[in-house]
């Protein structure tokens, strides 16, 4: 199978779209359809990672503490018997807060920062049994992005810039879409009328401008890719710099995926702001990452529009982002047969590869991290077969910025 298969797959639905495919930091793909190769998608949930790379940031600054309650940065979030959800718990999709109440309003609401605020102030705690996630679709950007604001002092958008965008060396990625990049935005297409008019919400300006924290990232596909590419090697790529290998080993462990997420009703490997890679536990559900996606991989799905992942044991970086808003059992069918096309490409060409020894990331998800400094020391003892894996990856000799002709 060649890397054209994953193209057809993707000129067979006649939408706008970017696709490319990285192999060790080198382009193999970076193709355009209906759109340029510099315009901007809406990432939906698949700009999640994003945030979640920069509250990694701020832990090793010593600005956050993952087991400290969310009320410790955020006292009015304690209300209501939510005084014990942790930021930690936030990341794992562990924390109770699912939604304000109900999702539609969740998202009818979203452009609005400070009545976001409110609804998950007045939202009451929904206990989860030890093990169960419930996936915040929107209340998970909320809900970090305010405690980042709250130990900054400074708007998200702008720390977003300052600690990730600007350590990447993109151009080209939005939290929040300017006003001057507008033209470039690419619109939601539904694939029937039943998601009309959701489309055309989302293609709204004063909704691709406002700060979103857990869908309203616009991007490319290059600039996607790089993200990941740098996150592959180890938080540094050349001159660019995100996090230490620890941090990134850390946040890949497996933090559930046993049971069916209580807001998804699917199975779903979820770490501390990505979802991983691998088989599932009943054969009719598949990742959006592929169903021959390693247990290494990870990666975002966003409303099975766009996607962007990783796979380490391969040196593979994939990032597809579309113009498709619609049936989500068929988009996301279709983004994991574009990544199961780049992933046989790979197996035929270069061959399988074998993990690194093993490790937390592909055994089965660790249990919650007690709180304070044993949290930490936690954290701190992950594998160190899979941090010198990451340290390794990065000794590859790169040029400073990838060259995307």
Known sequence: MSLEAAWDLVQARHKPAQLVVLYDGQPVLDRAMLCARNDLFWLFSAGKPYLAVLVRRLVERGEIDLDQPVAHYWPEFGAHGKEGVTVRDVVRHRSGVSTAGNPVFDAAFMPQWDWSLQRLVKARLKQL???????????????????????????????????????????????????????????????????????????????????????????????????????????????????????????????????????????????????????????????????????YAYGHNGSDVCIGWADPTRKLVMAYLTGCFGDLHVNLRHMAAVGDAVLAWHDRVHGSLTPPAETPHVGKSREPAESGEAGQSRDSRVSRDLVTSLETSNDVPVTTSVRLP
């Open 129 to 295: 049994e030890p093990g169960r996630t419930a996936y915040g679709f929107v209340s998970f950007g909320f809900i970090l992005g305010e405690v980042v604001q709250r130990v900054t002092r400074r708007p998200l958008a702008e720390v977003m810039r300052e600690l990730v965008l600007e350590p990447l060396g993109v151009h080209d990625t939005y939290l929040g879409l300017p006003a001057e990049a507008a033209a470039r935005a690419v619109m939601l297409q539904p694939s029937d009328l039943r998601f009309t008019v959701a489309a055309a919400f989302c293609n709204q300006p004063h909704v691709r401008s406002a700060v979103i924290p857990a869908a309203g990232v616009s991007a490319t596909a290059r600039d996607v890719a790089i993200f990941y590419e740098t996150l592959r090697r180890g938080g540094s790529w050349g001159e660019r710099h995100l996090l230490q290998p620890e941090s990134i080993a850390a946040m890949l462990v497996p933090t559930s995926g046993e049971h069916r997420d209580l807001f998804t009703g699917t199975f779903i490997r979820w770490s501390e702001g990505f979802q991983l890679g691998g088989p599932r536990p009943v054969e009719s559900e598949v990742s959006a990452l592929g169903a021959l996606s390693s247990p």
